[in-house]
């Protein structure tokens, strides 16, 4: 942020006829005195609209909720984000922290409430984020309907500023939402332009090509998986892997297992999904769920259970919880009865 403008300091001392000595003093003070006052006013600048101030005591409020709802303490985040608003109506973190956590809860309707107050509070460099939360609102009843037309207003925003690499991101979320939804096709078409997209960035290095290229045929292997087209499915896994060990990026070895589990449970092998779902990535609520679904297919009630409890401690709020939080409360229920 910068700093309020203002005339050129000029001393007046220089007009007059004093020592050099008492002339450097006074000057370094009046700076001083200049820069301390500038200072004081950019720090007292106004918070973006509908936003507390970092050291106001809805912030306050707002970060201890956020803490509790990490904890898996939901009631009590609730409570003190109703304290929160109490003091700001309007303050966007506080309405987008109930609508998390009243998704987290199973409290859909409340929820979107909430999440609708964020967005129409929101600056205009803010929208993004409530768009996407609202989304993800959405996507724990696989309302894609919905979804997909806030996806596309990030989407939209993001082409706009020509940032084709964010633009891309968010058409790979918009794809997997729709794919875990059951729309294959759209799913499809979402990838393809994710990928377009990322060509798009003229200074991309080779290893990032091959990153974008991993994240395609990572995705039409899930694709054709989902369609029953076995084969395909495993020569795209194959180019997979391919890619991703021409890109050459530690960080993404964990989405392989996961692709050959995924790819293993749509094909009906249960046992290969298992071994190799148990490679992948152990705190995705995702995985989680899948693996406990092979475990079902496979006659493991009780390990799969115990997955579902464990899915039910993560408390984020992002497309791999929503879909597998409400998959696991269901079949929790379901186990009751």
């Known amino acids: 942020m910068r700093q309020p403008s203002g005339p050129p300091f000029r001393s007046p001392l220089l007009c007059h006829n004093v020592p050099m000595n008492a ?10 005195s200049f820069l301390v006052s500038s200072t004081m006013l950019w720090a007292q600048a106004p918070a973006a609209p509908g936003a507390a101030a970092p050291s106001s005591p809805t912030a306050v409020l707002v970060k201890q909720a956020q803490q509790l709802n990490s904890e898996g303490k939901q009631d009590e985040a609730l409570a003190t984000y ?19 956590v009243l998704d987290l809860k199973g409290d859909y309707a409340e929820a979107r409430r909430h999440l609708t107050d964020a967005m129409n509070a929101a600056p205009a460099e803010g929208k993004e984020r409530t768009w996407r939360t609202m989304a993800i609102s ?21 082409m706009a500023r020509q940032d084709y690499l964010a633009a891309a991101d968010i058409a790979n979320e918009t794809a997997r939402l729709y794919l875990e939804c059951g729309n294959i096709d759209s799913a499809e078409k979402w990838y393809k332009t994710g990928y377009q997209m990322s060509g798009r960035k003229t200074d991309i290095s080779d290893a990032d090509k091959n990153l974008w290229l991993f994240r395609w045929e990572h995705a039409q292997a899930r694709i054709a998986a989902r369609r029953g087209k076995a084969e395909e ?22 989405f392989f ?28 609520p995702f995985i989680l769920s899948l693996l406990a679904q092979a475990c079902q297919q496979s006659g ?21 919880n929503a879909f597998a939080r409400p998959i696991a409360r269901k079949k929790l229920e379901m186990g009751k009865h």
């Open 233 to 254: 499915a495993q020569q795209h896994v194959s180019a997979a892997r391919l890619a991703l060990d021409k890109a050459n990026n530690p960080q993404q070895a964990l």
């Open 138 to 158: 959405f996507v724990f009843e696989c309302n894609m309907a919905e979804a997909g037309k806030l996806e596309q207003q990030v989407f939209d925003a993001r």
């Open 23 to 32: 002339v450097n003093i006074l000057l370094r003070c009046a700076v001083a």
């Open 82 to 100: 109703r304290k929160a608003l109490e003091i700001s109506p309007n303050d966007v973190d506080a309405h987008l922290g109930m609508g998390v």
């Open 300 to 320: 493991d009630q009780m390990r799969a259970v115990t997955l579902y409890r464990k899915v039910l401690t993560f408390n984020t709020h992002n497309p791999t």
């Open 257 to 284: 297992p996961y692709l050959t589990g995924y790819v293993a449970y749509y094909a009906g092998d249960y046992k290969t999904a298992m071994a190799d779902l148990q490679q992948a990535d152990q705190h995705d």
